[in-house]
T-cell receptor, first 114, second 110 residues
Framework: NAGVTQTPKFQVLKTGQSMTLQCAQDMNHEYMSWYRQDPGMGLRLIHYSVGAGITDQGEVPNGYNVSRSTTEDFPLRLLSAAPSQTSVYFC?????????????FGPGTRLTVL | TQLLEQSPQFLSIQEGENLTVYCNSSSVFSSLQWYRQEPGEGPVLLVTVVTGGEVKKLKRLTFQFGDARKDSSLHITAAQPGDTGLYLCAGAYNNNDMRFGAGTRLTVKP
């Protein structure tokens, strides 16, 4: 099992550009989520999905879109990048929603918006 | 304002020392989790505590969940350089929305 994979590992964008961060898991997990990690802020939840076709907003959803067409994939889209979106982005998955389940994290994508 | 406040923010100690880090909230959580994150990697789960007053041990690490389920602590005995990392606590704000604290960055010097 590869676990949770994320691509790319690093990305530099100019303000206003769009891009998609890819996330895939091969553990047949129902719950997937996207976090951003900024210094002194911990991880903040952007969007999450409790299954294919179902997504919802987390703590900081503005500027980001998601979709979940398959169990395996959960891409995060930045429609018009802003410098405030410079961060490290982590995708995670767990067997189901709830605070009792272990979340498995990908290695992260470091995004810089100039 | 963070839903989960962690303290201290930074901690630097010598190998062999003991330490305790804290995770506090004004909200009640059905469970709390502790993760450790190393540079350039995603967090990895250490433990989940569910019952108020619960104590769990993982080798030299002892985790406690407060009686009121609003706070938790992590105690490390005889710290080693391999314990160096960012320690994060996390709780389910509702069933689907996991919230993390800002973390305690621990450095253990040989």
């Amino acid at each position: 099992n590869a676990g949770v994979t994320q691509t790319p590992k690093f990305q530099v964008l100019k303000t206003g550009q769009s891009m998609t961060l890819q996330c895939a898991q091969d553990m047949n997990h129902e719950y997937m989520s996207w976090y951003r990690q900024d210094p002194g802020m911990g991880l903040r939840l952007i969007h999450y999905s409790v299954g294919a076709g179902i997504t919802d907003q987390g703590e900081v959803p503005n500027g980001y879109n998601v979709s979940r067409s398959t169990t395996e994939d959960f891409p995060l889209r930045l429609l018009s990048a802003a410098p405030s979106q410079t961060s490290v982005y982590f995708c995670a998955s767990s067997p189901s929603a709830g605070g009792y389940n272990e979340q498995f994290f990908g290695p992260g994508t470091r995004l810089t918006v100039l | 304002t963070q839903l989960l406040e962690q303290s201290p923010q930074f901690l630097s100690i010598q190998e062999g020392e003991n330490l305790t880090v804290y995770c506090n909230s004004s909200s009640v959580f059905s469970s709390l989790q502790w993760y450790r994150q190393e540079p350039g990697e995603g967090p990895v789960l250490l433990v989940t505590v569910v019952t108020g007053g619960e104590v769990k041990k993982l080798k030299r690490l002892t985790f406690q969940f407060g009686d009121a389920r609003k706070d938790s602590s992590l105690h490390i005995t005889a710290a080693q350089p391999g314990d160096t990392g960012l320690y994060l606590c996390a709780g389910a704000y509702n069933n689907n929305d996991m919230r993390f604290g800002a973390g305690t960055r621990l450095t253990v010097k040989p």
